[in-house]
């Protein structure tokens, strides 16, 4: 949904700890700036929760994003004078932060945890956090495979900016129930002479490859539209998702500035 990630120095935040960082993030972007990005999310591939899929998915993309809880009590900073930097959390929890894998070590001693929570068997993941490099090693632990908290690993696929000059949306990403057939539609005004050449379903959660999908575009709406097929229809297309990213518009559906 033209979204992806944007350099920090674009927007540099000043608050210092935590409470007041995440109260800055809610309040200091308008809707527009909330999406600016500086390169584009391309696509993403969702990877089972097993050591062997995590470690091919590292392999094939160089890091896989996952969440897990995150609690104080269970990280070693310092043990037996050494700083093995690993954490464990023993029991299921919910997760409540997102951090990125980027390598592994089958021989990471479970003795480097603590003695109140320490996994049955060696191994663990090299993760990046975000809390900084002057937390754990530079910025890096160790969390171990065991760990019983760890939730929704997932790959991107990123690319350069693309030279797409408007994207058309209210609601960001949307949200779907889990209903097997939608029909929904938005009213907007081009903002320039330009051709329209993508759609987005507007909801991964309720579009996937291979759904069936039918969209219809119509021009000339009345200025107080209640139903946007009352405008003159100009193109419908028909077909089955081959991504959950965009939709290619294979006709031409030209665009004039200030048309609805």
Not at 56 to 70: D, E, K, M, R, T
Not at 112 to 119: E, H, I, T, W
Not at 236 to 243: I, L
């Amino acid at each position: 949904n033209f979204a992806g990630p944007a350099a920090e120095a674009r927007f540099p935040f000043t608050s210092t700890n935590s409470s007041a960082l995440y109260t800055e993030m809610q309040t200091a972007f308008t809707f527009s700036q909330r999406f600016a990005r500086d390169i584009a999310v391309t696509g993403y591939q969702r990877v089972s929760l097993t050591n062997q899929a995590i470690k091919q998915a590292v392999l094939a993309y160089g890091a896989v994003q996952i969440s897990y809880c995150h609690n104080n009590s269970y990280y070693a900073a310092v043990y037996d004078n050494a700083k093995p930097c690993a954490y464990y959390y023993p029991t299921s929890a919910d997760a409540n932060h997102a951090v990125v894998i980027i390598g592994w070590d089958d021989t990471f001693s479970r003795e480097n945890f603590l003695n109140s929570a320490r996994p049955t068997s060696d191994g663990a993941w090299l993760v990046k956090n975000s809390f900084g490099s002057n937390w754990g090693d530079s910025g890096y632990f160790w969390l171990s495979y065991e760990d019983k908290t760890i939730y929704e690993a997932y790959t991107y696929n990123v690319a350069a900016l693309d030279d797409y000059q408007n994207a058309y949306f209210y609601d960001g990403y949307g949200s779907y129930s889990s209903e097997s057939s939608k029909r929904a539609a938005n009213v907007f005004v081009a903002r320039g002479n330009e051709y329209l050449t993508k759609v987005s379903p507007g909801s991964a959660s309720a579009y996937q490859i291979g759904s069936t999908y039918k969209f219809s575009i119509y021009k000339d709406l009345p200025a107080t539209v209640t139903d946007p097929t009352a405008g003159r229809l100009v193109y419908s297309q028909t077909g089955t998702a081959t991504n959950t990213n965009y939709i290619d518009v294979f006709g031409k559906v030209d665009l004039q500035t200030g048309e609805r």
